[in-house]
């Protein structure tokens, strides 16, 4: 499929921070290899993967736990928790086309 992504460049694809990959990495969520001591790389299978868990939602049969003023941070207008918040990102990205990117191909200097 592609090259394996490192966490910082995985958050910047999915527009959320590197602690968040960590996190779902660290839950079981998302598979990835670690290389060494630090170094952790994430194959796009594994990415897919995520992505379609998380736009499937709760797919397992079971009842959505309660949530409690607890799980709903202060100032949170939408009254969704943050990981809520981040999987419905994730999703409205996942829905959007991508558009083309412009490529340089050298110096824009005519001579």
Sequence with gaps: MGRPYTVAGLAAHWGTSD???YD?????K?????????????????????????TLGNSDGLPEPERTEADTPIGASNGLTNEE?????????IERPRR????????????
Excluded: D, N
């Design 19 to 21: 602690t968040f990959v």
């Design 24 to 28: 779902q990495i660290r839950a079981g």
């Design 30 to 54: 998302l598979k990835a290899m670690r290389f060494g001591g630090k170094l952790i790389r994430i194959k796009p299978e594994a990415v897919e993967e995520y992505e379609c868990q998380a």
């Design 85 to 93: 918040r981040t999987a419905s990102r994730l999703a409205r990205m």
């Design 100 to 111: 083309p990117r412009l490529v340089s191909s050298g110096p824009s200097g005519h001579s």
